[in-house]
């Protein structure tokens, strides 16, 4: 007798509602606006120290560079979703050629893209927050 291993993460997001996967995205456009406005709050934040201390670190520079380069993976991220937004109008519409299986896989990749860009998000913010604390 075969056995096979089940995925939980798969099984999960096949019994779940194209409904409930469309929320999950409109979720993630808007945890999206909120990591740009946290990133607006960073380089706030290290402009007003670094003037405040007239200090021209190359961490200052690096991590100024790394804030652009967020707000332009945030954009893309935000494209991607809507992309796949898009694909389920295309599929909710009845487009020949469109399956379930394929909104729904693309839906998995964009929510691995999500979590993983959240954990090096979080690294890049404890970065920040230790080089504003040694600036205080």
Known sequence: ???TNANPKTDVLLGT???D???????????IAFWKDEIRFFANLLQKKETKEKTKSELGRILKSLDKIHMEIFDYMSEDIMRHESLLARLQKGEEGLADIDY???HNKV??????????????KRLVFEYAKGLL
């Open 17 to 19: 509602g194209l409904n």
């Open 21 to 31: 996967l469309h929320i999950e995205s409109k979720e993630w456009l808007e945890t």
């Open 111 to 124: 929510k691995s893209t999500m979590a993983k860009f959240e954990n090096e998000f979080r690294g890049f």
């Open 1 to 3: 007798m075969k056995t």
């Open 104 to 106: 729904r896989n693309q």
